[in-house]
Nanobody
Framework: QFQLVESGGGLVQPGGSLTLSCAAS????????IGWFRQAPGKEQEGISC???????ADYYADSVKGRFLGSRDSATVYLRMNSLKPDDTAVYYC??????????????WGQGTQVTVAS
């Protein structure tokens, strides 16, 4: 069964860091671009990053996270390093995968989500 498995969420103080992982089960992430999304309570889903297969200018970071979040990848897992976290970053974070050189919809697979809470 092909699926994405997310991990790394948790409770962190403002200014702290977390690294989220999005691991492929049953397939390799080679040739897949990975989108990161988040949804806070009462808010619409927000696309925050694309870690593309082609890299370079095809990668994307939303203004809300640019300069604080950084993606990386290997053939099995994509990571999202989140630094200087703020209470506004509190949300459920999702990854999604599409077999394409850049992030396009609809995605082929979605992770189950992982909760990130930024609070003192």
């Amino acid at each position: 069964q092909f699926q994405l498995v997310e991990s790394g969420g948790g409770l962190v103080q403002p200014g702290g860091s977390l690294t989220l992982s999005c691991a492929a089960s049953g397939f390799s992430l080679d040739y897949y671009s990975i989108g990161w999304f988040r949804q806070a309570p009462g808010k619409e889903q927000e696309g925050i990053s694309c870690i593309s297969w082609s890299g370079g200018s095809a990668d994307y970071y939303a203004d809300s996270v640019k300069g604080r979040f950084l993606g990386s990848r290997d053939s099995a897992t994509v990571y999202l390093r989140m630094n200087s976290l703020k209470p506004d970053d509190t949300a459920v974070y999702y990854c999604a995968a599409i077999r394409a050189p850049r992030c396009l919809t609809p995605y082929d697979y979605w992770g189950q989500g992982t909760q990130v809470t930024v609070a003192s």
